[in-house]
């Protein structure tokens, strides 16, 4: 088992910026790639933006530019620098977290509001 605890959304004027941080703990031996994704009202989960172990990276077009995911593995940990946030950026973001046999973790979610 993974256990994921995210941290930093919050409320945020457009043009501004946030950090998302993801703890992992649990059997975090096993990590491969770790991601985050966001839902907003009505819509679908997707991707935002993810990074392998080896610190390949994979964005969302419409963060490209304006999004920054890192990991440190010493402390298992994810982050999403968001900047220049849009008020299209609205969502609740998820923490996922994926296993070398393929099993994959959620968080509970962090939402984060760009509004003025």
């Known amino acids: 088992q993974v256990q994921l605890v995210e941290s930093g959304g919050g409320l945020v004027q457009p043009g501004g910026s946030l950090r998302l941080s993801c703890a992992a703990s649990g059997s975090i031996f096993s990590i491969n790639v770790m991601g985050w994704y966001r839902q907003a009202p009505g819509k679908e989960r997707e991707l935002v933006a993810v990074i392998s172990n080896g610190g390949t990276t994979n964005y969302a077009g419409s963060v490209k530019g304006r999004f920054t995911i890192s990991r440190e593995n010493a402390k298992n940990t994810v982050y999403l620098q968001m900047n220049s946030l849009k008020p299209e950026d609205t969502a609740v973001y998820y923490c996922?977290?994926?296993?070398?046999?393929?099993?994959?973790?959620w968080g509970k979610g962090t939402l984060v509001t760009v509004s003025s």
């Open positions: 996922k977290v994926q296993r070398v046999d393929g099993v994959h973790y």
